[in-house]
């Protein structure tokens, strides 16, 4: 999803295919180093968008944690590396909210790093993206004045909008909501329908704070191409990440409410509060990236409507 939005911004900047290297999973494992090291030799690129990783929501971060804290390790650690190996000076690392402690202050500075014990839900995954940062930082700290090694990160919030995952039980929560106020519609059109609610999971009382994906491409893009000596002023080497976000929360309640007024469902919505609610606040703080001049531009309730018609054309 971030990959192809970023991809999308690169062309409306003017390059075009012969200047982008781009690779399905089927055509390039990142968690096989060989692979890695095959392609960075080959190709020489001269600037890494690393937004490639295994992501979920609570339900396959709490079955799959294993997977997330190896696959995203690997990827990181194969393509920042093998990236320094080739020459590459300028590459961009994309993190995640959950890098956060659970009860750290809100909204979240970027100084609130390592200061408090994780989500337990994601903590596999915030562990190695807290690892992409701290690779890039190291990287930077050893080989920047030798090498001119200028690796960067960003930390999205929570990001939806076109390619999102809508699988019915991997999906993080606005798919998912879409994916089921979606089909819960078209139950209420049928004649044999015997579904009379819509049921999320928690209690609805979360606050949650999300990004559309294309105002992250266009952050990544504005991050990335900042001066060198403008982005040395504004971070430190060992707390170089930039947080991104909307700077707007909702709770998980009425963004379900939300949901179902772009679908057009008007039936019952249920909440399981049986069911974990993950962190009970997730607020990015931006005015670093706010102050250096970047500010998003789509709305929720506009940006859920661009989602739910991606859904229809590409997911259903």
Same mark, same amino acid.
């Given at each position: 999803?971030?990959?192809?939005?970023?991809?999308?911004?690169?062309?409306?900047?003017?390059?075009?295919?012969?200047?982008?290297?781009? !690779?399905?999973?089927?055509?390039?494992?990142?968690?096989?180093?060989?692979?890695?090291?095959?392609?960075?030799?080959s190709e020489k690129p001269a600037q890494v968008y690393l937004a490639a990783a295994?992501?979920?929501?609570?339900?396959?971060?709490?079955?799959?944690?294993?997977?997330?804290?190896?696959?995203?390790?690997?990827? *990181?650690?194969?393509?920042?590396?093998?990236?320094? !190996?080739?020459?590459?000076?300028?590459?961009?690392? &994309?993190?995640?909210?959950?890098?956060?402690?659970?009860?750290?202050?809100?909204?979240?500075?970027?100084?609130?790093?390592?200061?408090?014990?994780? *989500?337990?839900?994601?903590?596999?995954?915030?562990?190695?993206?807290?690892?992409?940062?701290?690779?890039?930082? #190291?990287?930077?700290?050893?080989?920047?004045?030798?090498?001119?090694?200028?690796?960067?990160?960003?930390?999205?919030?929570?990001?939806?909008?076109?390619?999102?995952?809508?699988?019915?039980?991997?999906?993080?929560?606005?798919?998912?909501?879409?994916?089921?106020?979606?089909?819960?519609?078209?139950?209420?059109?049928?004649?044999?329908?015997?579904? !009379?609610?819509?049921?999320?999971?928690?209690?609805?009382?979360? &606050? !949650?704070?999300?990004?559309?994906?294309?105002?992250?491409?266009?952050?990544?893009?504005?991050?990335?191409?900042?001066?060198?000596?403008?982005?040395?002023?504004?971070?430190?080497?060992?707390? #170089?990440?930039?947080?991104?976000?909307?700077?707007? *929360? +909702?709770?998980?309640?009425? &963004?379900?409410?939300?949901?179902?007024? +772009? +679908?057009?469902?008007?039936?019952?919505?249920?909440?399981?509060?049986?069911?974990?609610?993950?962190?009970?606040?997730? &607020?990015?703080?931006? #005015?670093?990236?706010?102050?250096?001049?970047?500010?998003?531009?789509?709305?929720? *309730?506009?940006?859920?409507?661009?989602?739910?018609?991606?859904?229809?054309?590409?997911?259903?």
């Open positions: 999803m971030v990959g192809s939005a970023i991809v999308r911004h690169l062309f409306a900047q003017g390059l075009n295919s012969g200047n982008l290297l781009l !690779r399905t999973h089927a055509e390039l494992d990142l968690t096989c180093q060989a692979a890695v090291r095959t392609f960075f030799e295994k992501v979920g929501g609570i339900h396959a971060n709490n079955c799959y944690p294993a997977e997330f804290i190896y696959q995203n390790l690997m990827i *990181e650690a194969n393509i920042i590396h093998e990236s320094w !190996r080739a020459g590459v000076q300028k590459l961009l690392f &994309l993190g995640s909210s959950c890098i956060y402690p659970r009860l750290a202050s809100q909204p979240m500075p970027e100084s609130a790093l390592l200061t408090g014990p994780l *989500e337990p839900t994601n903590e596999p995954y915030a562990i190695a993206k807290i690892a992409g940062i701290k690779l890039c930082e #190291s990287y930077n700290r050893q080989y920047g004045e030798s090498h001119g090694t200028d690796f960067r990160s960003v930390m999205p919030t929570n990001l939806y909008g076109p390619g999102d995952n809508y699988h019915f039980e991997n999906s993080h929560v606005i798919p998912a909501m879409i994916r089921r106020f979606h089909e819960a519609l078209s139950d209420q059109h049928s004649a044999f329908s015997t579904q !009379r609610s819509v049921q999320i999971w928690g209690s609805g009382t979360p &606050l !949650r704070e999300f990004l559309y994906v294309d105002d992250m491409a266009a952050a990544s893009l504005f991050v990335m191409n900042l001066d060198k000596a403008v982005f040395a002023a504004n971070t430190t080497p060992m707390q #170089s990440h930039i947080n991104v976000g909307s700077g707007r *929360e +909702v709770t998980i309640k009425e &963004l379900a409410e939300t949901i179902s007024k +772009v +679908v057009g469902y008007k039936g019952e919505i249920e909440f399981d509060s049986a069911k974990p609610d993950g962190s009970p606040r997730k &607020l990015m703080e931006c #005015s670093r990236l706010n102050n250096l001049g970047w500010r998003p531009n789509v709305g929720l *309730e506009e940006g859920l409507a661009l989602a739910y018609n991606d859904f229809l054309i590409n997911h259903q």
